[in-house]
């Protein structure tokens, strides 16, 4: 079915939802701000997390690094326990590097232009819109999955989301909705609406702003909408690691910034052949990332000797740590879920 968006008045239904806003947006600690570095730490955090739940990292995270300058010196290893709980790890790596290249490139100061922002590190479209528009006025859309929802269904548009021309696509519709001089409002507004009434499943159409609008609504057919045909298929990966240990002590290392989970510490992947005398139980772990299932299998090493554990990790570089100390560094969390198991 086309789209019957030609014959709606947009900048009525814009105007419509900036009123709801205005009226039920959710009071949020970040929103009593124009900071765009506090913006920027809350829409990165959020993109991945419920509010709810990231809310008291957000605040613990602003707390220890209150500022650019803080952040871009602030040791990477810091950054990431202070990113603990949140996954996506390379998000915080990006944050750090962001910070050191606005106090490189822009003397300490945030970037004020869509195009500058969408330069920094780990910026994709969607956040230097949000950055732009709240805190800077800017008439740009922060197009996002809330967006092509809402309007895909507002407007019964079966346009591909998962079209590459999407973005492009939903931003020029947003464009004729968003009132001139709300932009950062009504861009709020589209993520508080998709959020929290206009959901994926059991939409709340009942006391939606826009229902009278909604084609989709007055046609029942809310669940048709959005139209998104492809589906990435997940990758089937296997994993092993050894916990290798004697007594309290067991060895990590730090892994390079490839593949998955950069940065972060991780147990021993191999261990020599004579050490498999050693092994006492194996446990079994399925973990799903992004386009990734993952089965992991982790093995304990009992060793019965201080030096074979120190000769390892010295030929290996290792590092020996204990529970307390590992506590204050940052695992994948299907092995800081191990290291409680093992607590």
């Given at each position: 079915?086309?789209?019957?968006?030609?014959?709606?008045?947009?900048?009525?239904?814009?105007?419509?939802?900036?009123?709801?806003?205005?009226?039920?947006?959710?009071?949020?600690?970040?929103?009593?701000?124009?900071?765009?570095?506090?913006?920027?730490?809350?829409?990165?955090?959020?993109?991945?997390?419920?509010?709810e739940q990231g809310l008291n990292h957000y605040h613990n995270f602003i707390n220890r690094f209150p500022d650019v300058e803080t952040l871009a010196n602030a040791d990477t290893e810091e950054v990431l326990l202070y990113w603990k709980g949140l996954g996506y790890y390379s998000r915080a790596l990006n944050l750090h590097k962001a910070a050191q290249q606005i106090m490189e490139d822009y003397q300490g100061i945030f970037p004020e232009k869509y195009e500058d922002i969408l330069q920094l590190k780990g910026v994709g479209k969607y956040t230097a819109a949000?950055?732009?528009?709240?805190?800077?006025?800017?008439?740009?859309?922060?197009?996002?999955?809330?967006?092509?929802?809402?309007?895909?269904?507002?407007?019964?548009?079966?346009?591909?989301?998962?079209?590459?021309?999407?973005?492009?696509?939903?931003?020029?519709?947003?464009?004729?909705?968003?009132?001139?001089?709300?932009?950062?409002?009504?861009?709020?507004?589209?993520?508080?609406?998709?959020?929290?009434?206009?959901?994926?499943?059991?939409?709340?159409?009942?006391?939606?702003?826009?229902?009278?609008?909604?084609?989709?609504?007055?046609?029942?057919?809310?669940?048709?909408?959005?139209?998104?045909?492809?589906?990435?298929?997940?990758?089937?990966?296997?994993?092993?690691?050894?916990?290798?240990?004697?007594?309290?002590?067991?060895?990590?290392?730090?892994?390079?910034?490839?593949?998955?989970?950069?940065?972060?510490?991780?147990?021993?992947?191999?261990?020599?052949?004579?050490?498999?005398?050693?092994?006492?139980?194996?446990?079994?772990?399925?973990?799903?990332?992004?386009?990734?299932?993952?089965?992991?299998?982790?093995?304990?090493?009992?060793?019965?000797?201080?030096?074979?554990?120190?000769?390892?990790?010295?030929?290996?570089?290792?590092?020996?740590?204990?529970?307390?100390?590992?506590?204050?560094?940052?695992?994948?969390?299907?092995?800081?879920?191990?290291?409680?198991?093992?607590?």
């Amino acid at each position: 079915m086309k789209t019957k968006k030609q014959n709606a008045d947009f900048l009525h239904v814009g105007e419509k939802l900036l009123a709801w806003y205005r009226t039920h947006g959710r009071d949020l600690p970040f929103r009593s701000t124009n900071d765009p570095y506090k913006i920027w730490i809350c829409e990165i955090i959020f993109q991945q997390t419920r509010i709810e739940q990231g809310l008291n990292h957000y605040h613990n995270f602003i707390n220890r690094f209150p500022d650019v300058e803080t952040l871009a010196n602030a040791d990477t290893e810091e950054v990431l326990l202070y990113w603990k709980g949140l996954g996506y790890y390379s998000r915080a790596l990006n944050l750090h590097k962001a910070a050191q290249q606005i106090m490189e490139d822009y003397q300490g100061i945030f970037p004020e232009k869509y195009e500058d922002i969408l330069q920094l590190k780990g910026v994709g479209k969607y956040t230097a819109a949000a950055i732009s528009s709240i805190c800077f006025g800017a008439k740009i859309p922060a197009v996002d999955g809330n967006f092509y929802r809402v309007l895909s269904r507002v407007f019964a548009d079966d346009f591909d989301v998962s079209n590459s021309s999407a973005f492009k696509y939903f931003s020029e519709l947003t464009l004729r909705m968003m009132p001139e001089k709300h932009a950062g409002h009504f861009n709020e507004a589209m993520m508080d609406l998709g959020s929290e009434i206009c959901k994926p499943r059991n939409p709340k159409c009942e006391i939606c702003p826009l229902n009278k609008d909604c084609l989709a609504f007055n046609l029942g057919k809310i669940q048709d909408f959005p139209v998104k045909s492809k589906k990435v298929k997940p990758q089937d990966l296997e994993l092993t690691y050894y916990f290798v240990q004697f007594g309290h002590s067991f060895l990590i290392k730090q892994r390079k910034e490839d593949f998955i989970w950069k940065k972060l510490y991780e147990f021993p992947v191999e261990i020599p052949e004579s050490f498999s005398r050693y092994l006492v139980s194996m446990k079994t772990v399925l973990h799903k990332l992004t386009h990734k299932n993952l089965t992991i299998y982790i093995y304990k090493v009992n060793l019965p000797t201080k030096k074979l554990l120190n000769d390892f990790a010295k030929e290996y570089d290792f590092t020996i740590e204990n529970l307390e100390g590992s506590s204050k560094k940052s695992f994948p969390k299907p092995l800081e879920n191990y290291l409680k198991i093992i607590e």
